[in-house]
Nanobody, 120 residues
Framework: QVQLVESGGGLVQAGGSLRISCAAS????????MDWFRQAPGKEREFVAG????????YYTDSVKGRFTISRDNAKNTVFLQMNSLKPEDTAVYYC?????????????WGQGTQVTVSS
């Protein structure tokens, strides 16, 4: 039972970096694994990164491994996605999500999304 609000999206040139954030409500934030998904125009929403409840385990889709880092600060009810070496194909709306299982890739709650645009 959480509400999620993303921020930090914007326009960046290829090769640049952005850090997007997701602020969660409620004291039960640490109960959930957290995910980032993204959806590009005309494409299906896809999993990008996930992190376990305590932050000790992290998961990434192959296309972002080595470039993106997911992290969380449970004391601040916040999850982050640091995006480096951005590519035009990273352009999408990025969604924060809370998941009762770190393995399912099927979140229970979603944020409203934040736009990330990478120019070539």
């Amino acid at each position: 039972q959480v509400q999620l609000v993303e921020s930090g999206g914007g326009l960046v040139q290829a090769g640049g970096s952005l850090r997007i954030s997701c602020a969660a409500s409620g004291r039960s934030f640490s109960t959930y694994a957290m995910d980032w998904f993204r959806q590009a125009p005309g494409k299906e929403r896809e999993f990008v990164a996930g992190i376990s409840r305590g932050g000790s385990r992290r998961y990434y889709t192959d296309s972002v491994k080595g470039r993106f880092t997911i992290s969380r600060d449970n004391a601040k009810n916040t999850v982050f996605l640091q995006m480096n070496s951005l590519k035009p194909e990273d352009t999408a709306v990025y969604y924060c999500a809370a998941d009762m299982s770190e393995y399912s890739r099927s979140p229970n709650y979603w944020g409203q999304g934040t736009q990330v645009t990478v120019s070539s």
